[in-house]
């Protein structure tokens, strides 16, 4: 960080920032689409804060870069020089790589901006730029810039903001894929009549498929990644690939060429979540040359998840936080008050398991609660 006015913290003025910050999370209830929470906090930022504009990147599924997403204020367009920023790249690549934030009021003197006459032009002197980081991993940046130095009480507000959109972005992220996925699988019911070393010889059609064991049935999920980890492996120079069909699970195993920085953490993220699901597990060997060896393994029968009981009183308001509505639209759609329209999300939170409301949606929209 520089250029930060290090006086005591007002409380009076650090309140108030802290009472938008917490208008700007209540939008974003029940909103489970990456984009469009973004958009939100850009847009709330520019709207409650003052500030001249704000943008959010999220990182791309593969890593290797950040990918605009929402933008308000003096700039709305999402297409322009920075739509795509390379991990590392810029100021806001580097915050991305190493999580750490940056902050400036005296923008147009700063050694890294590439058109300091834009900043000047614009009056803009004050810029922070911070991580969204969730467990340690980074999912995006904030960018704001303001024709005014930023206070430190502003700072402070902030960093509690990029904290809770952290978590609902990937939340939203982990929900979308998921939603994805399930429609896919809508459309694959005929793939299971189709041998899938078969399907997985057409798409690894520059080399050939070694095939161990017995094929076997499996369900259409499992099915599903199988295939979406073929296509990964023909996208990223597949030399080997074998299926092998053991007594208990189904392995499928392959043998890459990655770019630096690429693991297989990385180039899987979209499948992570699902193999989870269904008690799979992915592991890696790096060799030299980066060369890594990726294991599949799907069991054939997945454990039974524990049913959560919610109450039906419970599924209603979870049903309309899911469709977007606020305590108090819930309380008067359902004659209740505000008090219990959060005691009743308070007791749905806690038997779903969640940390926030939004985990609690997509857990209940995971067990068919919510529609």
């Given at each position: 960080?520089?250029?930060?006015?290090?006086?005591?913290?007002?409380?009076t003025r650090l309140l108030l920032e802290l009472q938008n910050v917490d208008r700007l999370n209540q939008s974003l209830s029940g909103c489970l689409e990456p984009q469009a929470l973004a958009a939100k906090i850009t847009d709330g930022l520019v709207d409650l804060f003052g500030?001249?504009?704000?943008?959010?990147?999220?990182v791309e599924s593969d890593g290797t870069a950040l990918r605009l997403v929402a933008s308000a204020g003096l700039y709305t367009r999402l297409n322009g020089d920075f739509a795509r920023v390379p991990m590392g790249a810029y100021k806001v690549g580097r915050i991305a790589q190493h999580g750490i934030p940056f902050l400036s009021n005296q923008l147009a003197a700063e050694s890294w901006v590439k058109d300091r006459q834009w900043a000047i032009d614009n009056q803009i002197c004050g810029f922070v730029g911070l991580p969204l980081m969730v467990r340690g991993?980074?999912?995006?940046v904030l960018a704001v810039f303001s024709r005014h130095p930023l206070a430190q009480e502003f700072l402070e507000a902030l960093n509690i903001l990029c904290s809770s959109v952290s978590v609902a972005v990937q939340n939203a992220q982990i929900y979308q894929q998921q939603s994805q996925l399930r429609s896919q699988l809508q459309n694959a019911d005929l793939l299971i009549n189709i041998p899938l070393s078969e399907q997985i010889s057409n798409i690894l059609s520059n080399l050939r498929l070694i095939l161990v064991g017995t094929e076997r049935s499996l369900n259409i999920s499992g099915t599903y990644i199988l295939l979406k980890a073929a296509e990964i492996f023909k996208t990223h120079n597949c030399s080997y690939c074998r299926l092998t069909y053991s007594n208990k699970c189904l392995d499928l195993e392959?043998?890459?060429?990655?770019?630096?920085?690429?693991?297989?953490?990385?180039?899987?993220?979209?499948?992570?979540?699902a193999i989870s699901s269904l008690d799979g597990t992915l592991q890696s060997n790096i060799y030299d040359d980066n060369i890594i060896q990726i294991k599949l393994s799907?069991?054939?029968v997945t454990k039974a998840k524990p049913q959560i009981n919610l109450s039906h009183r419970e599924q209603e308001v979870i049903q309309l936080l899911a469709?977007?509505?606020?305590?108090?639209?819930?309380?008067?759609?359902?004659?209740?008050?505000?008090?219990?329209?959060?005691?009743?999300?308070?007791?749905?939170?806690?038997?779903?398991?969640?940390?926030?409301?939004?985990?609690?949606?997509?857990?209940?929209?995971?067990?068919?609660?919510?529609?």
């Open positions: 960080m520089s250029n930060v006015d290090h006086a005591l913290i007002n409380p500030c001249s504009f704000a943008r959010i990147w999220l991993e980074t999912i995006g392959a043998m890459l060429v990655l770019e630096a920085n690429l693991t297989a953490e990385t180039i899987f993220r979209e499948l992570v979540v799907l069991p054939y469709a977007g509505m606020r305590d108090r639209e819930i309380a008067q759609k359902l004659f209740i008050s505000d008090r219990t329209v959060k005691f009743h999300i308070s007791n749905a939170v806690h038997k779903l398991q969640a940390r926030t409301r939004i985990q609690a949606i997509h857990q209940a929209y995971s067990q068919g609660y919510v529609t």
